[in-house]
Protein backbone atom coordinates (compact mmCIF):
# COMPACT_ATOMS: atom_id res chain seq x y z
CA UNK A 1 0.00 0.00 0.00
CA UNK A 2 1.34 3.75 -1.07
CA UNK A 3 2.49 5.93 1.99
CA UNK A 4 0.06 8.36 3.05
CA UNK A 5 2.10 11.44 4.11
CA UNK A 6 0.75 13.08 7.24
CA UNK A 7 1.45 16.88 5.94
CA UNK A 8 2.79 18.02 2.73
CA UNK A 9 3.34 21.96 2.31
CA UNK A 10 3.51 23.30 -1.22
CA UNK A 11 5.27 26.58 -1.97
CA UNK A 12 3.71 28.07 -4.24
CA UNK A 13 0.11 26.85 -5.25
CA UNK A 14 -0.19 27.75 -8.96
CA UNK A 15 -1.19 25.30 -12.41
CA UNK A 16 1.36 22.80 -11.19
CA UNK A 17 1.58 23.29 -6.92
CA UNK A 18 -2.48 22.79 -7.14
CA UNK A 19 -2.66 20.13 -9.17
CA UNK A 20 -0.11 18.44 -6.73
CA UNK A 21 -2.15 19.18 -3.91
CA UNK A 22 -5.30 18.11 -5.39
CA UNK A 23 -3.87 14.76 -6.49
CA UNK A 24 -2.43 13.83 -3.24
CA UNK A 25 -5.80 14.77 -1.18
CA UNK A 26 -8.16 12.89 -3.97
CA UNK A 27 -6.25 9.90 -4.21
CA UNK A 28 -5.52 10.20 -0.28
CA UNK A 29 -1.79 10.23 -0.47
CA UNK A 30 -1.41 13.28 2.18
CA UNK A 31 -3.62 13.78 5.49
CA UNK A 32 -2.95 17.78 5.32
CA UNK A 33 -1.65 19.40 2.68
CA UNK A 34 -0.45 23.41 3.45
CA UNK A 35 -0.38 25.81 0.73
CA UNK A 36 1.97 28.69 0.70
CA UNK A 37 1.69 31.73 -1.77
CA UNK A 38 2.55 35.29 -0.97
CA UNK A 39 -1.12 36.40 -2.12
CA UNK A 40 -3.82 35.77 -0.46
CA UNK A 41 -5.75 35.93 -3.43
CA UNK A 42 -3.67 32.65 -4.80
CA UNK A 43 -4.44 30.55 -1.79
CA UNK A 44 -7.83 31.26 -1.89
CA UNK A 45 -8.28 30.23 -5.42
CA UNK A 46 -6.05 27.02 -4.20
CA UNK A 47 -8.62 26.40 -1.33
CA UNK A 48 -11.71 26.11 -3.89
CA UNK A 49 -10.45 24.03 -6.26
CA UNK A 50 -9.98 21.84 -3.17
CA UNK A 51 -5.98 21.44 -3.86
CA UNK A 52 -4.80 22.53 0.03
CA UNK A 53 -6.46 21.43 3.65
CA UNK A 54 -4.70 25.02 5.01
CA UNK A 55 -3.11 27.66 3.97
CA UNK A 56 -0.76 30.96 4.69
CA UNK A 57 1.10 33.50 3.13
CA UNK A 58 4.58 32.71 6.24
CA UNK A 59 6.71 29.94 4.51
CA UNK A 60 7.97 29.22 8.17
CA UNK A 61 4.81 28.09 9.54
CA UNK A 62 3.62 26.82 6.51
CA UNK A 63 6.50 24.17 6.63
CA UNK A 64 6.94 23.61 10.17
CA UNK A 65 4.99 20.24 10.63
CA UNK A 66 6.00 19.42 6.80
CA UNK A 67 7.18 16.19 6.37
CA UNK A 68 7.81 16.33 2.75
CA UNK A 69 8.33 20.44 1.16
CA UNK A 70 7.54 20.70 -2.43
CA UNK A 71 8.73 23.77 -3.85
CA UNK A 72 6.88 25.06 -6.78
CA UNK A 73 8.22 28.48 -7.50
CA UNK A 74 10.33 30.35 -10.52
CA UNK A 75 13.82 28.42 -10.52
CA UNK A 76 15.59 31.71 -9.62
CA UNK A 77 13.89 31.24 -6.19
CA UNK A 78 14.48 27.31 -5.34
CA UNK A 79 17.64 27.62 -3.55
CA UNK A 80 16.67 30.60 -1.36
CA UNK A 81 13.34 29.27 -0.38
CA UNK A 82 14.62 25.85 0.54
CA UNK A 83 17.44 27.34 2.38
CA UNK A 84 15.77 29.32 4.37
CA UNK A 85 12.58 27.59 4.77
CA UNK A 86 14.79 24.49 5.79
CA UNK A 87 15.46 26.14 8.91
CA UNK A 88 12.12 26.07 10.36
CA UNK A 89 10.85 22.47 9.46
CA UNK A 90 10.72 19.34 11.43
CA UNK A 91 14.77 17.82 11.89
CA UNK A 92 14.62 15.41 8.60
CA UNK A 93 12.45 17.60 6.46
CA UNK A 94 12.67 15.88 3.01
CA UNK A 95 13.23 18.96 -0.05
CA UNK A 96 11.97 18.27 -4.02
CA UNK A 97 10.98 21.06 -6.63
CA UNK A 98 9.59 21.03 -9.75
CA UNK A 99 11.86 23.18 -11.54
CA UNK A 100 12.72 22.69 -15.29
CA UNK A 101 16.18 23.29 -14.45
CA UNK A 102 18.31 21.12 -12.38
CA UNK A 103 22.31 21.45 -12.61
CA UNK A 104 22.58 25.10 -10.48
CA UNK A 105 19.75 23.85 -7.83
CA UNK A 106 21.42 20.67 -7.13
CA UNK A 107 24.45 22.20 -7.19
CA UNK A 108 23.61 24.68 -4.39
CA UNK A 109 21.75 22.13 -2.04
CA UNK A 110 23.38 18.88 -1.81
CA UNK A 111 24.32 18.73 1.72
CA UNK A 112 23.95 21.86 2.51
CA UNK A 113 20.98 21.64 4.87
CA UNK A 114 20.63 22.12 8.10
CA UNK A 115 19.03 19.63 10.93
CA UNK A 116 19.19 16.01 8.59
CA UNK A 117 17.26 17.89 6.22
CA UNK A 118 17.64 16.78 2.17
CA UNK A 119 17.08 17.83 -1.23
CA UNK A 120 16.23 15.80 -4.17
CA UNK A 121 15.55 17.69 -7.40
CA UNK A 122 12.54 16.58 -9.42
CA UNK A 123 10.69 17.81 -12.69
CA UNK A 124 7.03 16.61 -13.32
CA UNK A 125 7.03 16.69 -17.77
CA UNK A 126 3.44 18.46 -17.01
CA UNK A 127 1.68 22.20 -17.44
CA UNK A 128 0.63 24.01 -19.63
CA UNK A 129 1.16 27.57 -20.99
CA UNK A 130 -1.68 28.66 -18.67
CA UNK A 131 -0.45 29.70 -14.77
CA UNK A 132 -2.99 29.79 -11.56
CA UNK A 133 -4.34 26.99 -9.31
CA UNK A 134 -7.84 27.83 -11.45
CA UNK A 135 -5.87 25.87 -14.09
CA UNK A 136 -4.96 23.09 -11.82
CA UNK A 137 -6.10 19.31 -12.80
CA UNK A 138 -5.53 16.23 -10.05
CA UNK A 139 -4.97 14.52 -12.85
CA UNK A 140 -2.81 15.95 -15.00
CA UNK A 141 0.63 13.85 -14.22
CA UNK A 142 -1.28 10.64 -14.80
CA UNK A 143 0.60 9.37 -17.18
CA UNK A 144 3.08 11.76 -17.78
CA UNK A 145 6.97 11.16 -16.73
CA UNK A 146 8.67 12.87 -13.98
CA UNK A 147 12.63 12.78 -13.41
CA UNK A 148 14.14 12.09 -10.80
CA UNK A 149 17.95 14.16 -10.39
CA UNK A 150 19.29 12.23 -7.60
CA UNK A 151 23.26 12.77 -6.80
CA UNK A 152 25.76 10.76 -5.24
CA UNK A 153 25.02 12.07 -1.77
CA UNK A 154 21.45 11.01 -2.45
CA UNK A 155 20.01 8.14 -0.19
CA UNK A 156 18.07 5.28 -1.47
CA UNK A 157 15.38 5.91 1.09
CA UNK A 158 15.20 9.74 0.08
CA UNK A 159 14.63 8.17 -3.74
CA UNK A 160 12.36 5.35 -2.51
CA UNK A 161 10.15 8.23 -0.77
CA UNK A 162 9.96 10.78 -4.03
CA UNK A 163 9.65 8.08 -6.53
CA UNK A 164 6.86 6.41 -4.53
CA UNK A 165 5.32 10.26 -4.17
CA UNK A 166 5.33 10.89 -8.09
CA UNK A 167 3.93 7.40 -8.79
CA UNK A 168 1.37 7.69 -6.34
CA UNK A 169 0.04 11.20 -8.45
CA UNK A 170 0.18 8.61 -11.60
CA UNK A 171 3.48 9.45 -12.76
CA UNK A 172 6.07 7.63 -14.78
CA UNK A 173 9.40 8.34 -12.73
CA UNK A 174 12.55 8.46 -14.54
CA UNK A 175 16.21 8.87 -13.08
CA UNK A 176 18.48 11.31 -14.75
CA UNK A 177 22.05 13.16 -13.53
CA UNK A 178 21.25 16.66 -12.77
CA UNK A 179 23.65 18.06 -15.65
CA UNK A 180 21.92 14.82 -18.52
CA UNK A 181 18.50 16.69 -17.46
CA UNK A 182 19.23 19.86 -18.43
CA UNK A 183 21.14 18.87 -21.77
CA UNK A 184 18.13 16.69 -22.59
CA UNK A 185 15.69 19.70 -21.62
CA UNK A 186 17.16 21.74 -23.51
CA UNK A 187 16.22 19.89 -26.62
CA UNK A 188 13.07 18.89 -25.89
CA UNK A 189 11.70 21.96 -24.31
CA UNK A 190 13.88 25.27 -23.79
CA UNK A 191 15.05 25.21 -27.09
CA UNK A 192 11.45 24.46 -28.43
CA UNK A 193 9.72 27.30 -26.37
CA UNK A 194 12.38 29.71 -27.76
CA UNK A 195 11.53 28.33 -31.09
CA UNK A 196 8.21 28.99 -30.68
CA UNK A 197 8.32 32.88 -29.26
CA UNK A 198 10.82 33.48 -32.36
CA UNK A 199 8.41 32.71 -34.71
CA UNK A 200 5.40 34.29 -32.93
CA UNK A 201 7.70 37.22 -32.36
CA UNK A 202 8.18 37.36 -35.84
CA UNK A 203 4.96 37.13 -37.28
CA UNK A 204 3.68 40.99 -39.00
CA UNK A 205 0.23 41.81 -37.41
CA UNK A 206 -1.45 42.08 -40.64
CA UNK A 207 -1.11 38.36 -40.91
CA UNK A 208 -2.62 37.63 -37.62
CA UNK A 209 -5.98 36.81 -39.10
CA UNK A 210 -4.19 34.46 -41.61
CA UNK A 211 -2.63 31.79 -39.34
CA UNK A 212 -4.37 28.62 -38.73
CA UNK A 213 -3.80 25.63 -37.04
CA UNK A 214 -0.83 24.83 -37.98
CA UNK A 215 0.73 28.44 -36.85
CA UNK A 216 -1.22 28.33 -33.68
CA UNK A 217 -0.41 24.64 -32.65
CA UNK A 218 3.69 25.44 -33.19
CA UNK A 219 3.60 28.55 -31.11
CA UNK A 220 1.06 27.50 -28.46
CA UNK A 221 3.68 27.31 -25.65
CA UNK A 222 5.20 30.92 -26.72
CA UNK A 223 2.29 32.07 -24.50
CA UNK A 224 3.90 30.80 -21.10
CA UNK A 225 5.14 33.05 -17.92
CA UNK A 226 8.07 35.44 -19.34
CA UNK A 227 9.08 35.91 -16.51
CA UNK A 228 9.84 32.36 -15.42
CA UNK A 229 10.88 30.89 -19.16
CA UNK A 230 13.70 34.10 -19.19
CA UNK A 231 15.25 32.27 -15.78
CA UNK A 232 14.92 29.04 -17.30
CA UNK A 233 16.80 29.85 -20.12
CA UNK A 234 19.76 31.76 -18.40
CA UNK A 235 19.79 28.76 -15.99
CA UNK A 236 20.42 26.06 -18.82
CA UNK A 237 21.93 28.82 -21.49
CA UNK A 238 25.46 26.67 -22.20
CA UNK A 239 23.10 23.99 -23.20
CA UNK A 240 20.35 26.08 -24.92
CA UNK A 241 23.43 27.64 -26.67
CA UNK A 242 24.61 24.07 -28.03
CA UNK A 243 21.07 23.11 -29.30
CA UNK A 244 21.21 26.62 -30.73
CA UNK A 245 23.87 25.80 -32.98
CA UNK A 246 23.02 23.14 -33.67
CA UNK A 247 19.76 23.94 -35.31
CA UNK A 248 21.53 27.07 -37.36
CA UNK A 249 23.18 24.38 -38.99
CA UNK A 250 20.00 22.49 -40.22
CA UNK A 251 19.02 25.74 -40.85
CA UNK A 252 21.63 26.81 -42.83
CA UNK A 253 21.34 23.41 -44.76
CA UNK A 254 17.17 23.87 -45.41
CA UNK A 255 18.64 27.54 -46.69
CA UNK A 256 21.25 26.14 -48.95
CA UNK A 257 18.74 23.48 -50.39
CA UNK A 258 16.05 25.77 -51.40
CA UNK A 259 18.59 28.09 -52.79
CA UNK A 260 19.48 25.55 -54.79
CA UNK A 261 15.83 24.32 -55.77
CA UNK A 262 17.18 21.06 -54.61
CA UNK A 263 14.04 19.12 -54.20
CA UNK A 264 14.97 15.85 -52.91
CA UNK A 265 17.60 17.78 -49.91
CA UNK A 266 13.84 19.42 -48.78
CA UNK A 267 11.75 16.34 -49.05
CA UNK A 268 13.98 14.41 -47.08
CA UNK A 269 14.16 17.29 -44.17
CA UNK A 270 10.47 16.64 -44.46
CA UNK A 271 10.78 12.94 -44.58
CA UNK A 272 13.11 12.84 -41.59
CA UNK A 273 11.22 15.26 -39.31
CA UNK A 274 7.91 13.36 -40.19
CA UNK A 275 9.36 9.94 -39.29
CA UNK A 276 10.50 11.23 -35.70
CA UNK A 277 7.02 13.23 -34.93
CA UNK A 278 5.24 9.73 -36.13
CA UNK A 279 7.13 7.81 -33.79
CA UNK A 280 6.15 9.85 -30.79
CA UNK A 281 2.44 9.39 -30.91
CA UNK A 282 -0.26 11.63 -30.64
Known amino acids: MARQWECVAIVGVGLIGASIGQALLRRGSAKRVVGIARRQTTLRAARRVGA ?26 VVDLVRRTAEHCPEGTLFTDVASTKAKIAAALDGT ?48 ALEEFWSSLGSVVIQMAPEEHDRALAETSHFPHMLAALLAGMLPEPYFRLTGTGFLDTTRIAAGDVEMWTQICMQN ?5 EVCRKFGERLRHLASALEKGDAPAVQQILTLGKKNRDALGS
Open 237 to 241: RRNLL
Open 52 to 77: VTNTTIDPYKGVSEAELVVVCTPPDT
Open 113 to 160: LPRGCRFLGSHPLAGGEKTGPSYSDPNLFEGRVTVLTPTSQTSADDFD
